[in-house]
């Protein structure tokens, strides 16, 4: 079968860095993906990797190792509007997505 | 309209009831998907659209239909709704099918009762 893990919830406080783990098991892999989303709206694209080794852009940084079926979202310098859920996807060469259930993470001050 | 846009953004519909679902884009993407998300549980795609006159099934197509007369619309059509049919359904496109970013319209809230 296909499989994506991710913990379900996470809680942070602002300023410090929070690692958002994401284990996969597909048929196939073309890709992983980061998306955030906020309480009641739509999911909007954080990041893509495809090749091993980590992609920085800005706070937000993704990790990827294929051999390990394992990925992870670095969120540093942490801010209230980051509150949100992180969903990860992978791309399983078949024209579609498969979405893990998502990570809430909360915020404290 | 800018970027994907779906209608109604919310919805009561009674239990047999038939119902379409609108989504448009205007950023001429080739890819269209229909996702429903349930609390708990991942996106999950119901059907999708690799370009336009083309559909195929995702992993929840049962009780859903598609079409993909042009390039902007996808509407999606439920025959006749059932309870658990009730959740937040997302359309997405994107330029290519696999490797590119998404970008969703805001949902449709569905309650079947």
């Known amino acids: 079968g296909q499989n994506i893990d991710q913990p379900t919830e996470m809680t942070a406080t602002e300023g410090a860095i929070v690692q958002i783990n994401c284990t996969y098991q597909?048929?196939?892999?073309?890709?992983l993906f980061w998306y955030q989303q906020h309480a009641g709206e739509a999911p909007t694209f954080l990041s893509y990797?495809?090749l091993d080794g980590l992609e920085e852009k800005g706070r937000f940084s993704s990790f990827l190792s294929r051999s390990k079926g394992y990925s992870y979202l670095l969120l540093k310098e942490l801010q209230m509007k980051d509150s949100a859920s992180y969903l990860c996807?992978?791309?399983?060469?078949?024209?579609?997505?498969?979405w893990g259930a998502g990570t809430k993470l909360i915020i404290k001050p | 309209i800018a970027g994907i846009t779906q209608a109604p953004t919310s919805q009561i519909l009674a239990a047999g009831r038939r119902m379409t679902l609108r989504c448009t884009q205007d950023?001429?993407?080739?890819?269209m998907y229909w996702y429903r998300q349930d609390l708990g549980l991942g996106l999950r795609l119901i059907h999708y659209?690799?370009?336009?006159?083309?559909?195929g099934k995702g992993e929840v197509p049962d009780g859903y239909s598609v079409s993909r007369a042009n390039t902007d619309d996808f509407p999606l059509t439920l025959a006749s709704a059932v309870p658990s049919q009730t959740s937040v359904y997302f359309c997405?496109?994107?330029?290519?099918?696999?490797?590119?970013?998404?970008?969703f319209g805001q949902g449709t809230r569905l309650t079947v009762v």
């Open positions: 997405a496109s994107s330029e290519g099918t696999e490797n590119t970013e998404a970008f």
């Open positions: 659209s690799n370009t336009a006159g083309t559909t």
């Open positions: 597909t048929s196939g892999f073309n890709g």
């Open positions: 950023m001429r993407h080739n890819a």
């Open positions: 990797n495809v």
């Open positions: 996807a992978v791309s399983n060469g078949n024209y579609q997505l498969i």
